[in-house]
Each structure stands twice: as C-alpha cells, then as structure tokens.
Nanobody, 115 residues
Framework: QVRLVESGGGLVQPGGSLRLSCAASGTFFTINAMAWYRQAPGKQRELVASIALKGTINYADAVKGRFTISKDNAKNTLYLQMNSLKPEDTATYYC?????????WGQGTQVTVSS
C-alpha cells in the first residue's frame, strides 16, 4: 500500500518561505496527477495546487504567484515551495491524488505563519 509522508512545515514569520516535501513509495507520482491540500482548524480541507501527469499546473486563487508545485519522479517526491507566506496560510498541509479515490491521508505537515 502506498504511503505518503509530508514534511518541511514549521513556524515562520509573515513574508517568509517554506518548502514542503511529500515522499511516496514506488512510482506513484509517475502514474497519478498529484496535489497539495491544506486544512485549517475548523475549516474543510481545500485544494492548494495540482500537477497533472503531463505537467499542467493549477493553483488556488489564494496562493497564485506565491506557491510553486513541482515533482521529482526520480526521487518519488512532490514539492510545494511557499513564498510570501501570510497568516491565513496557517494550516496542516497534505499531499494526495488530485482525482479521487484518494489513498490514505498522511499525517500532514503543520505550517504556522505568525509574528
């Protein structure tokens, strides 16, 4: 069973940057369109960014121009570069398939943006 492991979160001041990583076993990323999601306390999980198999990339309006999604198939790793972070970006970030059915959600990585 594929397991997704997110990492790279932390506490950062507004305007700062973080780079999140999502590791998976095998060739999972080469056969699935992938996405980053986030869930803030008391809110529903939302789609942040996605990358299709052929490379088409999309972002939620709230992060356009600040976040960059990428992947390294050779390393079986998905990335999310987050710049110009805002307090409203505070959430737990997860990776998973773009299109359901989702595989089991990992523990996510916590991002806290605060001064």
């Amino acid at each position: 069973q594929v397991r997704l492991v997110e990492s790279g979160g932390g506490l950062v001041q507004p305007g700062g940057s973080l780079r999140l990583s999502c590791a998976a076993s095998g060739t999972f990323f080469t056969i699935n369109a992938m996405a980053w999601y986030r869930q803030a306390p008391g809110k529903q999980r939302e789609l942040v960014a996605s990358i299709a198999l052929k490379g088409t990339i999309n972002y939620a309006d709230a992060v356009k121009g600040r976040f960059t999604i990428s992947k390294d198939n050779a390393k079986n790793t998905l990335y999310l570069q987050m710049n110009s972070l805002k307090p409203e970006d505070t959430a737990t970030y997860y990776c998973n398939r773009l299109i359901p059915p989702y595989i089991s959600w990992g523990q996510g990585t916590q991002v806290t943006v605060s001064s």
